[in-house]
Structures are given as C-alpha cells and as structure tokens.
C-alpha cells in the first residue's frame, strides 16, 4: 500500500478504472476519462489516494480529492471523500481501514481540515463505527413542480467552449461572497469551470440578478426529470429558486424537478417522494482532518449534488 506518484497515474487509473467496474457496474464514472479528470486535473490539486493489488489485481482502493470550504472565519483546504471500494472476496482482510487510515494521515499533514462524502445504508454502519465520521443523517429529497416558468432567466447549455469564455467567468463571479454560520463548500470559477467539465454529464447553468444555479437531467420511471445540482446566491440576502427551477423544468422538457441535500440561504420548496418512489438513501457523513476542527461541532449550511460525485 504506497501514495500514487505522478507517473504512476495512468496505470492506476486503469486499474481503479476495472475495479469500480466490476463492483459497481451502474456506476456512471467506470472510465479513465472520469478518474483522470477527477484525480488528475483538479484546480487545487491532485487526489489523495491509495490501490491495494493482489498478483497484480487491484482489490481495493480509496480516494479524497480536494475541495476548499468555508466558515464565517475563512477558507481551509477541505475534502470528498468517495471510492471507498474492496473487490468481493477480500472484504475481511481490513483493507480500508488500513488505507483509510494512511489517507487521513497524509490529508492531515497536508493541511487538509475536514472532509465530507456521502455513503448508503449499507455502509453507514461501518463508517462511523470504524472510520472516525459521522452523520446527521440522510439527505432529504424533494420533488419540485415548477409554480413559475422563469422567463427572465438565463440558461445556458455549458461544454468546454461556454466554459473558457469572458461570460462563464463574469456570470460565476463574486458567488462564494455570501455570509455563512457554519462550513459550506466554496464555489469560485476556477472551480466551478473544473466541476463542470466533468466528461460523464452534461449541465446547464441558469442565472438571474440573486442567483446562479447548475442543473442537469435525469430520467425515473420513464419520465424525464430537471436536477437542481447547485443554488448559489449573489449577495446578502435570501432567495427563493422558484423562478430557476422552472425555467430549469421549462429548458430541460421536464414536468417537474428534483432536489436532494439542503441550503441554508436558498430555500427549495417541494414535496419529499414516497420511500417507495426513492433511491437508496444517501448518508452525508462528516469527518474532522484537523484538531482546529471540533468534530462534535462539525456541521455544514450547505450540502448539495454538485457538492458530491452523483452527476
């Protein structure tokens, strides 16, 4: 179990590329592509990652990748934690626990102060039990039937070009202003131009005067659904998304909308699905990287898709 070097990447990729295959075959980032644009390329730097192989079959493998999050007091270097997998047959070896362990360590020492992810029922158990996180519980999720149609907002269809231009930047600017009580993740353009050229999933980008939000597509029971990924306010004061979310509804062809995860300066209004109509639930779990970090205390405003690795 060694720390990845730079040209070791590719190789790496490919084998953590087979592994997620084959444990988590619906998953949508089994390429290179995703896990080099992911691991590789990130604005504020490269991955934190382990690969356990046996005779040369990768068996296990955990990542953080790195965000920045702020509280009232500032920005600090911050983390996602995901592909927490072992391949079928060698889970009772302790695998994650020892690279788990070897990942906080070296996340620690690089000033890394906290970390989020997400994780389902049948992991949650383990994680907080073994791994040192905690959980406030599973995200919410609401249904939203569009009450406006937003005709006064702007939505642009987003690809490398919209990205690269003088308007992405001025569109995106200034939206990482607004005052916060507790940790949220930091959004500014450098970022958000990484985030939004991830090669899996395509997004649109919907503004107004007091709010940008990122959405996408999804499709459930045959019905096309608009996916609010990201509400980011300008300025000091609260806003509804009322006006985003139907012209989100209105640009994507979709009866209604989904929400998952909370806001605590955009409220969404909406209608939690029966359990029956739900994915599994998703666990956001929290963990301290930092003993400037009180781990009892540890709580976010914000947490929403984009925040995480599901689109």
């Avoid at 949508?28 to 040369?56: C, M, S």
């Avoid at 007091?73 to 997998?85: C, K, R, Y």
């Avoid at 939203?144 to 600017?173: Q, W």
Wanted: charged content about 25%; proline content about 6%.
């Amino acid at each position: 179990m060694t720390s990845l070097s730079p040209p070791d990447r590719a190789r790496d990729n490919q084998r953590n590329t087979a592994l997620l295959a084959a444990e988590l075959p619906d998953a949508k980032y089994v390429d290179e592509a995703y896990l080099h644009w992911l691991y590789d390329e990130n604005p504020y730097g490269a991955a934190i990652q382990r690969g356990v192989d046996e005779d040369g079959v990768r068996v296990a493998h955990y990542a953080l990748i790195p965000q920045r999050y702020r509280d009232p007091h500032g920005i600090v270097p911050a983390a996602f934690s995901l592909h927490a997998v072992v391949r079928s047959g060698t889970q009772r070896k302790g695998y994650f626990q020892k690279i788990g362990a070897e990942i906080y360590e070296e996340a620690s020492a690089a000033g890394w102060r906290l970390s989020s992810g997400v994780c389902n029922d049948k992991s949650i158990g383990a994680v907080t039990k073994y791994m040192g996180w905690k959980t406030p519980g599973p995200l919410p999720v609401k249904l939203c039937v569009p009450t406006r149609f937003g005709r006064d907002v702007a939505s642009h269809a987003i690809d490398a070009t919209f990205l690269a231009t003088d308007h992405f930047a001025e569109l995106t600017a200034g939206l990482d202003e607004f005052p916060v009580a507790q940790w949220t993740n930091s959004y500014t353009t450098e970022y958000l131009r990484w985030r939004l050229a991830c090669p899996t999933t395509r997004y649109t980008l919907h503004t107004t005067d007091d709010l940008v939000a990122v959405t996408t597509t999804d499709t459930r029971l045959g019905v096309r659904a608009a996916v609010v990924l990201k509400l980011l306010r300008r300025g000091s004061e609260d806003v509804r998304p009322d006006a985003v979310i139907g012209a989100a509804c209105r640009f994507h062809r979709a009866p209604y909308a989904v929400y998952a995860g909370f806001n605590a300066r955009v409220r969404v209004r909406g209608v939690q699905p029966p359990r029956r109509f739900q994915p599994s639930p998703l666990h956001l779990i929290l963990r301290s990287l930092s003993p400037t970090v009180d781990q009892d205390t540890l709580e976010l405003d914000t947490f929403e898709f984009l925040d995480m690795d599901a689109y």
